[in-house]
């Protein structure tokens, strides 16, 4: 490393993608620094993937008890204890940040440096003013909640995905203006906690529509009211807040919470001085080898844009730290996005791998599908749970799957297996042809592949 460099690479963020861009670095015998002006881990750990999933999981089992479908086995639940359950939640935070992050960080020989990062112009940050030089920098300062669009919305208080993981009670009513992963998520969080929950927005709709119908099914069962428009305006209304609906509907509760999406909040960054090109939601602009208009600097995660999950995140700091240290002529890494998954850890979870069916005929394959309710898997009858389908898309003329579909308890379980599928492009067949172990939920695939054969029902082995 030149004497003109403090480091060969800055990483401004802590989160999945900028410790895998640390440790990438690291691993190439490079010298990293990481910068970061909040709490040390991201979004992820600290007020997305981690404290909303342990909640999930906390009302999922007060749910279960209060559902319980076995006669001799009798439950029962009361009431929630939430300001008890977040301070177990930020227990578990902490010993992650410590455990995943800090002890990783030092393990792995870079240091974390706390401060505001501003580019003070194409070459060089400053961190809380100080010059930190770098060979190269990597851009990994996340997402952030984004509420627009929504007339009276600074007239009211509310709630987002950040802030409802700071409630000591559990609302009486609540009211969430999105239907997407997160809206449908802390819906379901707060009606299983006690809350009664209506949801304003069109459920799941990048799903695949038998999907989708299952679970609006689901959520009726939990007596979750949905709203299938878009909020036009909100109001304060004696108890809390008053939504409108385009038609002109009206739904009041005690707190709303807005989750209609994310966006990203670089103004401190300054990238303006650095010739660092945004977009008009504030992500950052990238190639595909995750590099900026600088060719210095690179961003990776949810601040460029990326498909916003963590193991995203992670890929984009990797392939981002690979090509900002890469020699002149090195053969650029990229992200292969070939059966990315995804989870919504709603219950039973919905989960996808690979392409939709509108997905592969818009991309010219001659597509054939099937549809597997739960209530043919064995499994899920022993579980008295049969709430639930599997779809699993596929190339008519070549059998090669390309992509699955579940809503199914465990359907991100199920969605590992069909990733590999894909990635390895198997065919129908030879899932329906490989050994799935009976009484499991991913039995449900090579049961599906099957229907690729004979749609006639089969026995419980065969």
Known sequence: MSLEYDVDLAVIGSGGAAMAAGIT?????ANVALVERGALGGTCLNVGCVPSK???????????ALTNPFDGVPTSANGVDLGALMAQK????????????AEVADAWGFPMISGEARFADK??????????????????????????????IEDVGYLTSTTAMELSEVPESLVVIGGGYV?????QLFAHLGARVTVVGRLAPHAEPELREVIAGVFAEDGITVIPEHATGVQRAEGGVRVRTMSGEQVSAEQLLVATGRHSDTTALDLEAAGVDTDERGFVMIDERQATSNPRVYAAGDVAGTPQYVYVAAESGRVAAINALAHHGTEPATVNYTGLPSVMFTRPQLA????????????GHACACRTLAMEDVPRALVNHDTRGALKLVADASTGRVLGVHAVADGAGEITLAATYAIKAEMTVDDLADTWAPYLTMAESLRITAGLFRNELPTSCCA
Do not use: F
Not at 90 to 101: A, D, G, P, T, V
Not at 134 to 144: E, F, K, L
């Open 90 to 101: 930020s227990e578990l935070i902490n010993r992650l940040k410590q455990h995943k992050y």
């Open 54 to 64: 342990t909640l999930l999981a906390a009302a999922g089992i007060r749910h279960g």
């Open 352 to 363: 996808s791998a690979g392409l939709t069916e509108e997905q592969a005929l818009e991309q």
């Open 25 to 29: 670095a690291r691993k190439a015998g």
């Open 183 to 187: 809206g449908m998520e802390q819906a």
């Open 123 to 152: 070459d060089t940050v400053e961190v809380d003013g100080k010059p930190l030089r770098a060979r190269a920098y990597v851009i990994a300062t996340g997402s952030q909640p984004t509420v627009r669009g929504l007339d009276g």
